[in-house]
């Protein structure tokens, strides 16, 4: 017990960092801006199961489905920096990328769990930790995570209009700045990463 307390401390503090929420926040209220706030949470709902469902079958099979699938990490990185390049691009310069409005609305959910909350980075560090630590402290680690991940999205439209539609404008701008940049990063790894392998 004095050690499962201090390594969920640990893994709790490691997974929220990687995983950013408040990062999301933003990004995810330019993405569903103008939808109900039935419709956002059920978007946070999806994000949550999407990222979850992914960290937790990265935590039970590890590299398994990487193998299984016959795809490597690196291609993971470069096809989510595509994704989060995209995104950024969208809310840096303020286009609609996408067929339909409706459409990209409902996308919202799944582009925020992964690449943005759960890509490369987050899995890598669920690897780290369930080797360190087992299976039990990452897991309920990555439970205590999502929890309080879907609570900041759940109540991001609150946060909206606490901080106002021009200030949350501005910072989506921004941030839509940063993400093209972490897509390029992202991407420049994934290549690396090829190169290494070959």
């Known amino acids: 017990m004095q050690e499962l307390i201090?390594?969920?401390i640990y893994c709790f503090a490691a997974l929220f960092i990687i995983l950013d929420p408040l990062l999301s926040v933003p990004i995810f209220a330019a993405m569903t801006r103008g939808q109900s706030s039935p419709e956002i949470h059920k978007q946070a709902f999806i994000a949550i199961a999407?990222?979850?469902?992914?960290?937790?079958l990265v935590l039970i099979f590890n590299t398994a489905i990487f193998n299984l699938l016959g795809l490597k990490l690196p291609?993971?990185?470069?096809?989510?920096?595509i994704i989060l390049l995209l995104l950024g691009i969208q809310e840096s310069l303020g286009i609609e990328l996408g067929h339909h409005k409706e459409h990209a609305a409902t996308a919202a959910?799944?582009?925020?769990?992964?690449?943005?909350l759960c890509g490369p980075g987050?899995?890598?560090?669920?690897?780290?930790?369930?080797?360190?630590?087992g299976m039990l402290i990452?897991?309920?680690?990555?439970?205590?995570?999502l929890i309080t991940?879907?609570?900041?999205?759940?109540?991001?439209?609150?946060?909206?209009?606490?901080?106002?539609?021009v200030l949350t404008d501005i910072m989506g701008k921004v941030l839509g700045m940063l993400l093209a940049a972490m897509a390029v990063q992202i991407?420049?790894?994934g290549v690396m990463g090829y190169i290494a392998l070959t």
């Open 6 to 8: 201090p390594g969920i």
């Open 50 to 56: 999407v990222a979850g469902g992914l960290m937790y």
């Open 75 to 81: 291609a993971f990185q470069i096809a989510g920096g």
């Open 109 to 116: 959910g799944v582009v925020i769990g992964t690449p943005l």
């Open 122 to 133: 987050t899995m890598t560090t669920v690897m780290l930790l369930s080797k360190d630590h």
């Open 138 to 145: 990452p897991f309920i680690a990555i439970t205590l995570v």
């Open 149 to 165: 991940t879907w609570l900041i999205l759940y109540f991001s439209d609150t946060i909206q209009r606490v901080l106002g539609d």
């Open 187 to 189: 991407m420049a790894s």
